[in-house]
């Protein structure tokens, strides 16, 4: 598993390599054991979709900076392989790409077993998930994390990738959702 590190600065972001430069994130990434915090994102149609719409499935928010980046894509591509073996278990894909470049990549490449979110105007995902860069030369992106939450909205497993161009876990990330 990736290593993350609190920044002894301001208490509150996490540290993590983007393009050989330190960056930070905008605040705390949330912990396991704590509810997942409800939030909107927009999809292909530009309709609002909260989380707690896929409430009573297993969750996998891979969140990454954009997927006009190769370990971007390649992450899409992968959970949309591999998550589909998953019962009762939907992906989410959140980057502050549009929609519709969401939706053109997805469609191009032939991915229908996860779903695109983009978080371009989710203010209470930027806020509560504490994973926008905040500096560095992605400022304004998302930093690459995997969170997977259980039926019942809580937080069950975490990463922060330390390194951007690092590819997440998959194993754990999957591991940890067909646990429960």
């Known amino acids: ?3 993350t590190t609190v920044n002894d600065n301001a208490g509150k972001e996490e540290t993590v390599i983007c393009r050989g ?3 930070h994130t905008s605040g705390p990434m949330v912990k396991v054991g704590q509810q997942a915090p409800d939030f909107r994102a927009t999809n292909a ?3 609002d979709v909260s989380l707690s719409s896929f ?3 297993r969750i996998i928010l891979n969140i990454f900076p954009s997927l006009d980046t190769p370990t971007c894509a ?3 591509r992968q959970f949309n392989a591999r998550a589909s073996e998953l019962e009762n278990t939907v992906v989410l894909c959140l980057s502050m790409d ?3 470049a969401q939706s053109r990549f997805c469609s191009t490449e032939g991915l229908n077993n996860v779903v695109p979110l983009s978080v371009f105007r989710s203010h209470d995902f930027l806020k509560e998930y504490g994973l926008q860069l905040a500096d560095g030369p992605l400022r304004g992106l ?3 994390a995997v969170i997977v939450i259980d039926e019942t909205g809580k937080v069950r497993y ?3 990738v330390s390194n951007i161009s690092n590819e997440p876990d998959y194993d754990a990330a999957l591991q940890a959702a067909n646990a429960l």
């Open 98 to 100: 549009l929609p519709f």
């Open 1 to 3: 598993m990736c290593v």
């Open 55 to 57: 409430k009573g499935k």
């Open 45 to 47: 149609d530009l309709q």
């Open 21 to 23: 430069q330190e960056a």
């Open 142 to 144: 998302m930093a690459r």
């Open 74 to 76: 390649l992450s899409v």
């Open 158 to 160: 975490t990463q922060l």
